[in-house]
């Protein structure tokens, strides 16, 4: 099944040395352990046959080293698997990044929802608990029941052959018992918990029609209905889980026992050897804890197998992209010529033969339903996508060839511009990283946000986080703005900014568009008719047609429809 | 570690004392497994033939087994008692989200709510499994040890005595260290963690920038940054564990070696030096495992405290003061006089007074921030005036319109209505289950959605909401409507702001839809979309949590100076 897994092999390779040291370490661990109770048992055994303090002078040392010995080493452990499993996690996070880095122009279309992205970066965390809960000890448990094996096995090879079958008991039955019985389940618990997500989440979000409808028994009944079965099942999940430790502790029991029986048959002959019996008996106790946890580990592998099911299904489109061109300093047209659109031969046809030119330092509006094209116009403009018939040429070049230096040539305001977690000033900057401080403050001076800027307690270097609950929707838009101001580039694509702002606040942010991308070309994606007036040229696309295409003075003087639409925008 | 209102929930101190009978039993029979397992030992050191050892190892066996089957006991106990606790916080929480209605839950964080609810419970019903049993355990188990190795042994018992308060100490003295360095840090530590899914989030932003492919670097770069932040607070974190470990492993081997002295000079015989070595591990055992799940148990401490804080929230009480009130009728009339709302930091709504009467169109405007969903939520109910009695419906004064009368008879659409997960039937049907197929077809051909319905396959059964058809603005609007129609005894509409986010098409069209239905009906609408006003009988005009001004259009038009300037500032571009 995972034969091609590129996320955890690959990783297994990687500081190995790190790697081997935190197993070396977890199995020193448990040596120590043991042999603290083994020459503590060979002390009082032998103590007790009253020699010279001299004789007993090696076991006390070594119970001190060994005392000492157990604790620092699961200190080192801790820390180095710790260590290395975040290492491993840079290198996931930016292999992660980098595959979602090739459809970032798509990426909130296609991970939007639900937040896919959070759980992706959830699967990263459960692979590092794949690591740290059930690859490490399984591995460090194995490596001492070969140990112990071979130990016996120096005395006896038969009884060596028993202590290792009930050791596997507890390596592999129990565990694989588990697995057998939970597997099922956990996937029909992680059903479970989406249903009782999305019927909470409806009672909540729905909450005031629940209230107004007076259906409070019916919201108590819907809001818990799929969480009682999730908490019935997880009930005999946790049933399994006890009866599962007892019968896995109870397999345990059996070893002391035949510890027991072994010594007294084997290590009673001499005085001398029978003060070896308490060491063999006591050294098993503190391994138990090396394979206490190795079934609840091994019972987590539904949910890594998913998070490894998600990761390596990723696979980014490929686009071929004709032989890339450097950006021209200046241009005089963008045309799109015949531009035809549909995702799949058999999906619907988004846009039908679209044509129109923008000359440099026009400004043209592009009207239309939600849902009928806009954005994907955008997105074929852009080259994000590739047309199915038609193009999108500047000045004869397909915008397809400039797509490795774009940024130089095309910038973008959209709904929801994403602002970082991070200072204003590093936030703007992104649009140009070698801009000066000098050029920051300009830019945000350009879109009326000096003195905002200036109220706070960090000015410019003031954290979103926290000046972000400040910060309105049209503030926000401010902000994208003066980072598209530092980009400088020649054409800007608005793709609704204004959606969701109120009527003030969307004629200011309007107008300051509109001033400080005076010298632009700008092709402006809009649901209201407000600021339309200002455009060269006003387009409306329906049905993924251009049905109508003018100078919004044609339009007003001539065009019913238009007319009707703005009478009603502007509240006449 | 223990919130103190742990011990009051339900059933907690019953509990308790079962569990604690159990761990009674479990430390005698973990003294019965060291004592034949020592007699064991001492036998077979003693070179006694197998046949003598029978009996030992038997009662060994017998021992373990009956200690295992003890904590498989105590396990179950404290799993039934948390679940059916956890399943009763549920309820009980979920029940006050519905008493604290949608303000207040909108006010705490929807996504909170449902975090809370779900993954909070199930942390809450871990931690009382963990504590419970980990707090018995090392209030009981190693007292029992101690005290019969101090029979067995003065010393040892007593060395074993004084490690105790010294491994809490130091438990104690590095945890508050590791406590102020990992607070010290959890700023920078919130932001790192978050900066990958941030980063991620913002990928089409930093394309559209140009600099996606080199900001690889730099998410690896912060994260190596986090890993050295967090190997620094772990390398303290740990030490806890650590000092715990090693006092306690160190104690054994001291006890091995006073032990292995004594028998040295003979003072003692093999048997007690042999039971104190097999009992002193299990002394320690309980401490370490609470040290252990100390991390394990903060998210459920916490999550409980969040719950329990919630759930002292004082809930507002539904009303039942307007007995006579059947629905809004034509000579209906509601006054309000004198209405305040203060939110915690900012006045919500000061000394609002008008008086509405029959079926008016009613319309609330002013800019962001004025109280306009403020005034709609209190004619709503949703919120409640903190004093006085500044409504009167149909001549009877109420203090809030959290009223059962009240609420039964209107509908409030946001400018998001919420969509279920379910039918597109189911949805309209909400308010009156009961409803039939004609009844549904008739509200969605008035919401005007039977032209979309019929080109769906399943029809009136195609699920919409989560995990279902995916529907746009205006359509979300349309269910909306025709889950009110449905249910015609709902006479007040209260719309806030719907159809501001619309395409300026679908606004016109619904526009369309909406009019003719507001016939016969008390409309109150908060909008600043100035086209609605055409149809308005009432205005009222909100500027700061006040009434500036209040008429009808036309009349403020010509007379009011506050109606002219926001109107003309809501028009913005339009008048250039």
Known sequence: MFKHDQWVRPDLKRYRGLLFCSLALGVLTFICAGALMFTSGYLIDFSARMPLFAAIYVPVVLTRAFGIGRPVFQYLERLVSHNWVLRITSHMRRKLYQVLEKDAAFIQERYQTGDVLGLLADDIGHIQNLYLRTLFPTVVATILTVIASLAIGWFDWGFALWMALLLLVQLLVVPAWGLWVEAKRKTAQKAMTHDAYVELTDSVLGLSDWVIAQKEPAFLTQATHSWAKLAASTHKSARFTQFRDLISQLAFGVIPVALLIWTSLTWTGTQTAANWVGAFVLVIFPLDQAFSNIAKGVGEWPTYRDSLKHLNAMQPTTRLLPAQQAIPHTFDTLTVAQLSFQYTPEAQRLLTDISFTIHRGEKIALLGPSGMGKTTLLQLVLGDLTPTSGQVTIDGVSTLAYQQHRSQLFAVLDQSPFLFNTSIKNNVRLGNEAASDDQVAWALAQVQLSDLIAQLPQGIDTPMAEAGFGFSGGEQQRLALARILLQDAPIVLLDEPTVGLDPITEADLIRTIFTTLQDKTVLWVTHHLQGVARCDQVLFLEDGRLTMADTPAHLAAANTRYQHLYALDAGK | ?576
């Open chain 2, 1 to 576: 570690m223990i919130d103190k209102r742990l011990l009051r929930l339900p059933g907690v101190q019953q509990v308790m004392i079962g569990l604690a009978i159990l761990t009674v039993l479990q430390a005698v029979v973990i003294i019965l497994q060291g004592h034949f397992l020592a007699l064991g030992i001492v036998h077979s050191w003693a070179q006694k033939a197998l046949v003598s050892l029978w009996p030992f190892i038997w009662g060994f066996a017998g021992a373990f087994a009956a200690r295992q089957v003890l904590t498989w006991g105590r396990n179950r106990l404290a799993e039934n008692f948390a679940r059916r606790l956890a399943d009763k916080i549920q309820q009980r929480l979920i029940k006050q989200l519905y008493a604290l209605g949608p303000q207040a839950v909108a006010h705490a964080g929807t996504g909170n709510a449902v975090t809370m609810a779900l993954d909070g419970i199930i942390e809450v019903q871990q931690y009382l499994e963990l504590i419970l049993n980990k707090l018995l355990n090392m209030g009981i188990i190693p007292w029992f040890i101690v005290g019969y190795i101090f029979w067995e042994n003065h010393l040892a018992g007593i060395a074993l005595v004084i490690m105790f308060p010294v491994i809490i100490l130091f438990m104690i003295i590095l945890g508050y260290a590791a406590r102020d360095k990992s607070q010290q840090q959890y700023a920078g530590f919130q932001q790192m963690s978050n900066h990958f899914i941030d980063s991620l989030r913002g990928l089409k932003t930093l394309q559209l920038m140009g600099i996606s492919k080199a900001y690889a670097d730099n998410v690896y770069a912060v994260s190596e940054r986090y890993r050295k932040q967090t190997m620094g607070v772990l390398q303290i974190a740990m030490l806890s564990s650590f000092a715990m470990d090693f006092f306690a492993t160190l104690s054994i081997a001291v006890v091995a070696v006073f032990l292995g002295i004594d028998l040295l000079h003979g003072s003692v015989s093999l048997y007690p030096g042999m039971v104190c070595l097999i009992l002193a591990p299990e002394y320690f055992m309980p401490i370490r495992e609470f040290g252990n799940d100390y991390h394990a148990t903060l998210n459920g401490k916490n999550a409980l405290a969040a719950i329990l804080d919630l759930l002292d929230q004082p809930a507002p009480q539904l009303r039942q003061a307007l007995p006579a009130y059947t629905g809004w009728q034509s000579d209906s009339t509601l006054t309000v006089s004198a209405l305040n709302y203060q939110y915690a930091d900012r006045t919500g709504i000061k000394d609002a007074a008008f008086t509405i009467s029959g079926d008016m169109n009613v319309a609330l405007i002013g800019a962001s921030g004025s109280g306009k969903s403020t005034l709609l939520n209190l004619l709503g109910g949703f919120l409640q005036p903190q004093s006085g009695t500044p409504f009167v419906v149909d001549g009877q004064p109420v203090a809030d319109l959290n009223d059962q009368a009240w609420q039964a008879h209107l509908s409030y659409i946001p400018q998001h209505p919420y969509v279920f997960a379910d039918t597109i039937a189911n949805n309209v049907r909400f308010y009156r289950p009961e409803a039939d197929d004609a009844a549904v077809a008739q509200a969605l051909q008035a919401a005007g959605l039977t032209d979309w319905v019929a080109t769906l396959a399943d029809g009136v059964n195609t699920r919409i909401g989560e995990g279902g058809r995916g529907i746009s603005g205006g359509q979300a609007q349309r269910i909306a409507l025709a889950r009110t129609l449905i249910d015609q005894k709902r006479s007040v509409w209260l719309f806030d702001e719907p159809t501001a986010h619309l395409d300026i098409e679908t606004e016109a069209a619904l526009k369309n839809t909406m009019t003719p239905l507001f016939a016969g009906r008390l409309v109150i609408m908060a909008t600043h979309r100035l086209h609605w006003l055409q149809q308005m009988d009432l205005v009222l005009v909100l500027d700061q949590g006040q009434i500036v001004a209040a008429g009808a259009p036309a009349e403020l038009a010509a007379h009011s100076t506050a109606y002219q300037a926001l109107v003309a500032q809501m028009r913005g571009e339009f008048d250039v």
